[in-house]
């Protein structure tokens, strides 16, 4: 059990960046592919909150954006909602942001953080208000803005090679994460298969991946919210394709906290190919 700091807020700030960090956004031009979400978020089975997320690739850019807000009665002990959104570049089929931005309102405090990226490189970011000053905190250096993504563009995978997009190997991979405040590494494995069924849209196979979080800039130790993620060894994701494309996203997430396991799913996940704005309705 951890510590009673870790009180109803701080677990509702840990459950809305969550879901905004991985769950509507402005369609990109050109889209050949688009993934259209909808989450809601159960912590010991109550539901607290729900977002969307939707994701559009083309052959050269791609774009994704989410919203997410607290419901029931977590809303009563502190209303939150916030916003996320990533854009870039595919690169050689590979993903590359070139910004990134995120805002998190919890109890009428906001906060928000912003990066531009450059092949894989954090040229600039900012986070309002700044990090409160702490002997403790592990500093972030400029050799940890380099060769990461932002969350939202990471929670992207992307499968190489001509197998099945959603197999063992699809956890194999070790995901490198800078999000304004932060620097930390998600340890994915696999876990084990699973058949998933959407509400409306996918219906099919999903590969469970467990997930270990590693911690390396930007936090303070001992921090019981640090100690209590880094020594999880229960954390899950739940991976399903995008159709037409090698990039799984998450189904679902699932992460056990001492007030029962904080778990987003979707009740939406329509997935497949874009028709061309010329194109003719049938």
């Not at 690739?57 to 909602?81: D, H, P, R």
């Not at 509400?199 to 099919?204: C, F």
């Not at 469970?208 to 060894?233: E, H, M, W």
């Not at 991976?239 to 007030?259: M, N």
Request: glycine content about 8%; charged content about 20%.
């Amino acid at each position: 059990m951890l510590p009673i700091r870790l009180d109803r807020t701080r677990l509702l700030q840990a459950v809305i960046a969550a879901l905004t960090a991985w769950v509507a956004a402005a369609p990109a031009a050109h889209a050949q592919a688009k993934l259209d979400a909808r989450y809601t978020v159960t912590l010991g089975g109550i539901p607290v909150g729900r977002g969307g997320w939707v994701v559009d690739l083309s052959e050269n850019q791609y774009s994704a954006a989410a919203n997410g807000m607290a419901t029931g009665l977590i809303k009563l002990f502190a209303g939150g909602s916030g916003t996320t959104y990533s854009r870039g570049d595919v690169v050689n089929g590979q993903l590359q942001p070139r910004d990134y931005a995120a805002t998190l309102t919890i109890s009428k405090k906001k906060d928000e953080v912003g990066m531009t990226i450059e092949n894989g490189n954090v040229k600039e970011y900012t986070a309002k208000p700044p990090s409160t000053p702490d002997p403790e905190r592990v500093a972030i250096t400029e050799a940890h803005r380099r060769g990461v993504n932002d969350p939202m563009t990471a929670s992207l995978i992307r499968v190489s090679g001509s197998g099945d997009p959603i197999s063992a190997d699809t956890c194999k991979r070790t995901l490198a994460i800078f999000d304004g405040r932060m620097r930390y590494d998600l340890r994915l494995s696999f876990k084990r298969m699973e058949k998933v069924k959407a509400e409306k849209g996918y219906q099919g196979p999903a590969v469970v991946c467990a997930v270990s979080f590693v911690p390396i800039a930007g936090y303070i130790p001992d921090r019981p919210v640090v100690k209590y993620l880094t020594s999880n060894q229960d954390m899950e994701i739940w991976l399903a394709p995008i159709a037409g494309t090698r990039i799984a996203a998450p189904f679902r997430i699932s992460v056990p906290t001492p007030f029962g396991d904080a778990v987003m799913e979707a009740t939406q996940f329509m997935a497949g190919p874009r028709a061309p704005a010329n194109a003719k309705a049938l």
